[in-house]
């Protein structure tokens, strides 16, 4: 599928964009280390040119810490997103100190210390206005997206072209465009170690409960305990969820569930999805007020969808979409915040007709959640550092993406450490 995304890719052409464009100019004297996407289940550290400020509103950041995204990088990983070339920086979790800024950067200044969001928002179009941060109409330049879905979604750090061919941020230095829309200034009480996590983690799962609505009382069942699933059950918890059932295979990820946010958990190792959904009606026999899937498209659970995968008559599964909406209760709601792409068989429009259920989804617009992330962990309301496993250098980032990928030996959650 890639080299075919990038024949019509290269045939459609480009978009103009806000920020000028979508590769930053390169130093060309100095270079920096990065991780670059070499093909199928295959990361690099490479030596490459240092970004340089490209547009008056850009920031470029010394990235002190970054980490992989276990839902996101490992669809990138396993060649599932189309249009992106051998050699293109990844990555899209970052924060680090401000070398540089353009003239028409106000607010972030030089030597100050930022966390980055993940989408790339110009903070000026009708979108962005209503911070729907992530439909910035500006910021990606691909036609074949706009061909694909209707329009281009915003733009997105190191996630190949069809999200705007931005330069990722698994490097030392990120250029980042519209700086003041962005980045967001870290306090000094507040550590690298749960700073980083505003960049997406934080902000995708607090969004996963606002589209679920979540509120005191309801009962919450969260489909995949990886680093948003855990983060999104601890939201719950403080939005006051009387009841919050996580589900799993991996035994690491349900322990960590069990033991650090003493959530109820099932592990689904061996069971259809019937046998889940039965269980889950077990514990709750009404339904549950709000299901929120965290898996994404890649998790076949029959021999039909994974056939169906395998030899392209769907992209994405639907199955834990159509557990979810057998869970859940009349007129409850459905937010899905794992990542779904393409096109998906089977898909249960029924359900959502006869249990009148309000489904929304979508990436999340973080820049729009900072203030109120960045408070609750300033608090101490919410830390997230019980979702960090291991700490690791730049050098052993290819390593991490294959442990994360296979989910082998503990691995959920890495931090790494530019300093």
């Known amino acids: 599928m890639n080299p075919i995304s990038n024949l019509v890719d290269k045939k459609l052409g480009k978009n103009p964009v806000s920020q000028g464009s979508a590769e930053p100019r390169q130093s060309e004297t100095e270079t920096m ?9 295959k990361m690099e550290v490479q030596t490459v040119p240092k970004p340089l400020v490209t547009h008056p509103e850009d920031a470029i950041i010394k990235v002190t810490a970054m980490t992989i995204c276990s839902g996101s990088d490992s669809h990138l990983y396993a060649s599932e997103i189309p249009n992106i070339h051998h050699g293109q920086i990844v990555g899209h979790e970052a924060m680090g100190v401000v070398e540089s800024v353009g003239d028409g950067v106000q607010n972030i200044k030089v030597g100050q210390r930022c966390v980055i969001s993940f989408s790339v928002a110009c903070g000026k179009c009708e979108q962005c206005q209503k911070q729907n941060f992530t439909a910035c109409e500006t910021t990606n330049d691909s036609k074949l997206a ?10 997105l750090f190191g996630y190949g072209n069809l999200l705007g061919g931005i330069w990722g941020s698994q490097a030392e230095y990120v250029r980042v465009p519209f700086a003041d829309t962005n980045c967001f200034p870290v306090p000094d009480d507040v550590p690298d170690e749960k700073a980083l996590y ?5 902000g ?5 409960t606002v589209l679920a609505e979540v509120k005191e009382g309801d009962t919450v069942a969260i489909w995949g ?5 855990l983060c999104t059950a601890r939201w719950c918890q403080i939005k006051g969820a009387s009841k919050i ?4 295979m991996v ?7 069990k033991n650090a946010l003493g959530i109820e958990v099932l592990d689904r190792t061996g069971f259809s999805s019937e046998e889940v959904c039965n269980k889950l009606l077990e514990l709750e026999p009404s339904g549950f007020d709000a299901v929120i899937e965290c898996v994404g498209f890649r998790f076949a659970m029959s021999t039909k969808h994974k056939v169906q995968r395998a030899i392209g008559l769907e992209t994405d599964t639907p199955e834990i979409i159509h557990e979810a909406l057998k869970c859940m209760k009349g007129y409850g709601h459905l937010a899905i915040i794992g990542d779904y792409a393409f096109l998906a068989n089977s898909f249960p429009i029924g359900l959502i007709m006869f249990k009148h259920a309000t489904v929304r989804s979508g990436q999340a617009p973080v820049q729009r959640y900072f203030k109120e992330i960045m408070d609750a962990v300033q608090k101490g309301t919410f830390d997230p550092t019980f979702i960090i ?3 690791i250098k730049i050098e052993d980032v290819p390593f991490a993406y294959e442990k994360l990928f296979q989910k082998e030996d503990g691995w959920i959650k890495v931090f790494v450490d530019m300093k």
Do not use: C, F
């Open 146 to 155: 706009e061909k694909m879905y209707g329009h281009s979604p915003s733009g």
């Open 389 to 391: 496993t291991n700490k």
């Open 245 to 248: 059932v996580g589900i799993d």
């Open 198 to 202: 505003l960049s997406d983690v934080l």
């Open 204 to 208: 995708t799962s607090l969004h996963g």
């Open 33 to 41: 280390r990065a991780v670059t996407w070499q093909g199928k289940r």
């Open 251 to 257: 035994p690491e990820r349900l322990a960590l569930a």
């Open 225 to 229: 305990l990886g680093p948003i699933g």
